[in-house]
């Protein structure tokens, strides 16, 4: 029984005044993201989360301007009201899509589309009919379109996180709701956005719950993306975003053990860039840093996404190649040096860069370490300097 009295006075909710928890709620959390927005540091993510701030903003807005409704003028609250919370979940799904790392560009532009629809058709039904239940049939009709498909795309992506698709899920049953409510306002001409019904009232419950959840869960996938971003920093080296030394050995060591373990080959190649100290003498550091960067990419585009490479310190570049031999090593090992002598630089075009390789390959057991394969890889290096330099020399 208490149960039941329970649900009766959840369901007994009044409209209006779930939508001036709307209101306070949806200005809430434009304060929380605009403050998390200042205290960000600068990154490609920044504008998103202004976007979110300025879309809880405009909601907040327009229900304020529906809450009115009576008391101000039609134009302002019917007209702008609706279109205002038009516009803010068309932005809403606008960051939904921009979550969503696989969406391509013609999504964006459909969103669009239904924003214009969308205001184009609730203006014209307004103007001619101007009743309240055809009212809310239109705008539940196109909130319904503006976000039912990046939502879609969200749940069928599979790079989204559990928590991205749970609160997709929860969208859709939202709009599952709202559909069911335009629905029912065609078939009731006595509907108006104040009645108090099943329907009407469900979908606002369902409304402020995913305000809440997805206000909240945005900023927490922001936080999430910020720290793996800074984790992932830091395994690169700043100046040539390959690996750095510190996590190239770590996931070295990974590698070596493996290897140890299933009697596998493992080659390491030492790359350094010929006379590098002429370069910046002659031409200046930033003009290091370009070679530098260049050197790099090469280096990482030319090894298998399973190997490794790492920028270890100055110009040297170190290599591990999974499971490869001396001779398809020093294979590598050439066309990354051939590559690298027929490089052209925009900045000096008559500059010609050569790199000298060293290279260490075998199978590991339980007396060498790592540090024995790097080392020996090194006194190759040593060799092919000694040895007049643009050259591949393998001990």
């Known amino acids: 029984m208490n149960y039941q009295k329970l649900l009766e006075v959840l369901f007994k ?8 928890v709307l209101i306070w709620g949806n200005l809430a959390l434009a304060f929380l ?3 998390y927005y200042l205290y960000r540091g600068p990154d490609h993510e920044k504008n998103l989360i202004q976007r979110f701030g300025i879309a809880k ?3 907040a807005i327009a229900w304020i301007l529906l809450f009115l409704r009576g008391d101000i003028s039609d134009i ?3 007209y702008f ?3 205002l919370l038009f516009i803010s979940f068309y932005l809403d799904s606008l960051i939904v899509l921009r979550i969503n790392k696989k969406t391509k560009i013609i999504w964006f532009r459909l969103q669009s589309i239904l924003l214009a629809l969308s205001i184009i058709l609730f203006l014209l039904f307004e103007i001619m009919l101007g009743t309240g239940n055809i009212r809310i049939a239109t705008a539940s009709l196109s909130v319904f379109c503006i976000l039912v498909i990046p939502n879609l795309l969200n749940i069928a992506n599979n790079l989204s996180s559990r928590f991205e698709k749970f609160i997709g899920l929860i969208s859709l049953f939202f709009l599952t709701l709202l559909l069911l409510r335009a629905l029912n306002s065609l078939l009731n001409k ?6 108090n019904n099943f329907l009407q009232i469900g979908t606002f419950i369902l409304l402020i719950l995913l305000m809440f959840v997805s206000g909240i869960g945005f900023l927490l996938i922001m936080y999430e993306r910020s720290y793996e971003l800074l984790r992932i920093s830091s395994n690169l080296d700043p100046l040539t975003q390959i690996y750095n030394r510190r996590y190239f050995m770590n ?3 990974a590698y070596y053990q493996r290897a140890l373990r299933e009697q596998k080959s493992l080659s390491f190649l030492f790359t350094d860039i010929d006379f590098f100290k002429k370069v910046n003498d002659s031409y200046g550091h930033l003009f290091g840093d370009e070679v530098l960067k260049t050197i790099a990419k090469v280096i990482s585009e030319n090894v298998r996404p399973l190997d490794l490479c790492c920028r270890f310190g100055g110009e040297e570049f170190l290599i591990l190649l999974h499971e490869t031999n001396n001779e398809q090593a020093v294979l590598i090992g050439n066309r990354i040096r051939e590559i690298i002598q027929n490089l052209v630089f925009e900045e000096n075009r008559e500059f010609k860069c050569t790199v000298s390789v060293g290279i260490y390959s075998g199978i590991p057991d339980s007396r060498k370490n790592i ?5 020996n890889a090194d006194q190759a290096l040593y060799k092919a300097k000694e040895s007049g330099r643009n050259r591949v020399i393998s001990l």
């Open 251 to 253: 996931k070295a060591e």
């Open 76 to 78: 302002a609250s019917v």
């Open 13 to 20: 909710l009044d409209v209006k005044t779930m939508i001036g």
């Open 33 to 35: 993201t605009l403050r």
């Open 190 to 195: 006595d509907i108006s956005l104040f009645t």
């Open 57 to 59: 903003i405009l909601q």
């Open 371 to 375: 540090q024995h394969f790097i080392d």
């Open 81 to 83: 009201g609706n279109i």
